[in-house]
């Protein structure tokens, strides 16, 4: 398998080799020191709550979900967001920082969620701390997922369709779910998944999930984030899996993205 990493100066290496997360646990900063909770006002106020996740790719980047960004179709004002680094909290602690821009997919459509991904960058700096704040290490385009492989989520979503989210981020297993069981299931309720998506979770078993608030918050294995939690029929409906944007298929945009310089 391949993975990318990109370091704090922008660089990167090949190496070889909308939910409380529902039935998760409770972890701490640093064991996903990458974790990113994006905070909005959804343009009618100051006080900015956590509504989508994200995971820190460079000094001004983050990864996420082009969804999050999206109100009844039109996409929303780069002020209405702000990300929260350095804490395992959704609303309070770590370091705050005014997103600058806001970059979706340019193939990513509202409608069906293909191509849900995007960068974002902020204004300032993200200063990195050992332990506590680090850009993630991502899959290379070579990186394959298989059928029942272990994959964690994690996230500070509902653990209910309907319900609060997390104050604390939390994580939980699943499985890579064979990808012609999960498109059968959906395209009988109308809905497609394509060959860029992923589905996870514990099928015809539920108990677990990804649910509201979780969208744009990272999958991983082995400490390489391989997709971005994009959209589920329900937090934990057994028959119908989360569903994820593979990392794979789109890291030469994310690379190109993220270390593209910012002009004033």
Not at 49 to 70: D, E, M, N, P, R
Request: net charge negative; glycine share 10%.
């Amino acid at each position: 398998m391949k993975f990318l990493v990109i370091f704090l100066l922008a660089y990167f290496v090949n190496v070889n080799g909308q939910s409380r997360i529902a039935g998760g646990e409770v972890v701490q900063i640093n064991q996903y020191p990458f974790s990113t909770a994006l905070l909005t006002n959804r343009g009618t106020g100051t006080a900015y709550v956590q509504a989508c996740g994200g995971t820190i790719l460079t000094t001004s980047s983050i990864l996420t979900a082009a969804s999050c960004f999206y109100t009844d179709g039109v996409a929303d004002g780069v002020s209405w967001w702000r990300a929260r680094v350095g804490s395992p909290f959704a609303n309070r602690q770590g370091t705050i920082y005014i997103v600058r821009r806001i970059e979706p997919h340019p193939e990513f459509s509202p409608t069906t969620l293909a191509n849900d991904i995007a960068v974002i960058n902020t204004t300032l700096s993200i200063t990195f701390q050992w332990g506590m704040v680090q850009p993630a290490s991502i899959a290379g385009g070579a990186y394959q997922l298989e059928t029942n492989q272990p994959i964690w989520a994690i996230g500070w979503g509902a653990a209910t369709d309907g319900g609060e989210g997390s104050e604390q981020l939390r994580h939980v297993q699943f499985w890579v779910v064979d990808q012609t069981t999960c498109a059968n299931r959906y395209s009988a309720q109308g809905l497609t998944v394509t060959s860029n998506m992923v589905c996870t979770g514990w099928l015809d078993v539920g108990v677990r999930g990804q649910c509201q608030g979780d969208n744009g918050s990272p999958l991983v294995i082995n400490g390489v984030v391989v997709g971005v939690h994009s959209w589920s029929r329900e937090c934990t409906d057994g028959e119908f899996p989360g569903v994820n944007t593979r990392v794979a298929p789109y890291t030469r945009w994310i690379v190109s993205v993220a270390t593209e310089p910012l002009t004033a």
